[in-house]
Structure formats: C-alpha cells, structure tokens
C-alpha cells in the first residue's frame, strides 16, 4: 500500500481553533508526524465543527460524506468531550446542580461507545486504527474542573481495550504546562499544545503499518 488516508472527525481541537487561520493544527501536525514514520505519503480530510459534543460527532458519522471518508480511511482520530463537560459545568454553576456531571460523563460514554460501533461497522479497510484522546484541564486552578477531568479521563481508558482502538493522555502532556500550551486566555492550544497532542496521539504508535 502506497498511500494511507486519514480522517479527522471532532469538535474545535480537530478543527484547530486557536491558532492563526493557516498555521498547523492537532490535524496536520499529526499527519506530519505520521508521515516521517510511516515513510508514506498520507491524505487527509478533516469534519469538525467548533462546539460540537460527543453526540454532535455521533450525528456526523450518518453524513454520506462522512460515512465515505470512514469507508476508506486507514487511520481515524476523534477529538469529543470537552464540550460536553464545559456545558455540565455552565449548568452547574448557573443552576448549582452538582449530579449533573457524573450523568453527563456517563451519557458521553453512551456516545463515544456508539461512535466507536459505528466505525468498526463501517470501516471498510482490512487495517485501520482508531486514536482517541483524553482531556486536558484548561482550568488547573479549579479542583472540581480537575476532579470532572479526572472522572471523564478514566471512562475514556476503557475504550482502549477495543481492537485497533488506543487512547492518548493529553491531560499528562497538559499537566503543569498549561500557560505554555494554550493560547493566550482562552481554553484552546496553541501551535505547540496542538504539536504536543500530535505527539501524544503518534506515540501510541501505528501498528499494522509499521514495518
């Protein structure tokens, strides 16, 4: 196989928010990376939207574009989650609810569980892999934000297990480098956040491709 495809599906950490509208984001440094090693030439094609939630990305699975680009892709990243939480959270500090976090991380599981079904239904490729990531806290001064984070972190390991499937640990990357990696006020990474994401996710390595 001379050619590997990839498919970037997600929220605004897929779509790159937060760095100049032409610098790389998660999405191309990660083909970078995975193009050094893999000695391959990679085409990529990207379907984010800036605030989508995990059943947002769900949704977009059932879109024939999308469900397409799954058919042939041989390596698949899914960023999902965050927003779902920052949304908890809103709700938590208008409505002080506090139950509504652990019902949030358990329907966020529900969601990832059907996204993860619906691509090994519809991946066509004798090889391909699935790289999911945990969350990083853009919040490390709140200690509920880092417990939530912490709870979310440990749902998403359990996907692991899957065939083809690995997860990457953005929050250990993250972790007391916040004001480095993240663009300035905001909760987004900046070009080195996204580059240090990349390298997290190519860590987990690229087997059957490799060698």
Avoid at 81 to 105: C, P, R
């Amino acid at each position: 196989m001379n050619l590997l495809r990839y498919l970037a599906i997600g929220d605004s950490l897929t779509a790159g928010i937060g760095v100049p509208f032409l610098d790389h984001g998660f999405v191309e440094y990660y083909r970078d990376l995975s193009q050094q090693i893999l000695k391959k030439p990679i085409l990529y094609q990207k379907y984010a939207r800036s605030g989508a939630m995990t059943e947002d990305v769900f949704m977009m699975l059932h879109s024939p574009f999308v469900t397409e680009a799954v058919n042939c892709a041989n390596i698949i990243t899914i960023t999902a989650g965050g927003n779902d939480l920052i949304n908890a959270a809103k709700g938590l500090i208008i409505n002080g609810k506090g139950g509504n976090i652990s019902h949030v991380i358990k329907q966020t599981q529900n969601n990832y569980s059907k996204i993860v079904d619906r691509i090994h239904h519809l991946d066509k490729q004798d090889k391909y892999i699935l790289r999911l990531t945990n969350l990083y806290n853009p919040f490390p001064d709140i200690p509920i934000a880092d417990e939530a984070i912490k709870t979310f972190n440990s749902m998403m390991n359990s996907f692991g297990r899957e065939v083809n499937v690995k997860v990457a640990d953005i929050y250990s990357a993250f972790k007391g480098k916040e004001e480095a990696l993240l663009s300035k006020g905001g909760v987004h990474p900046n070009s080195e956040g996204y580059y240090q994401m990349a390298l997290a996710v190519s860590r987990l390595g690229y087997s059957p491709f490799e060698g």
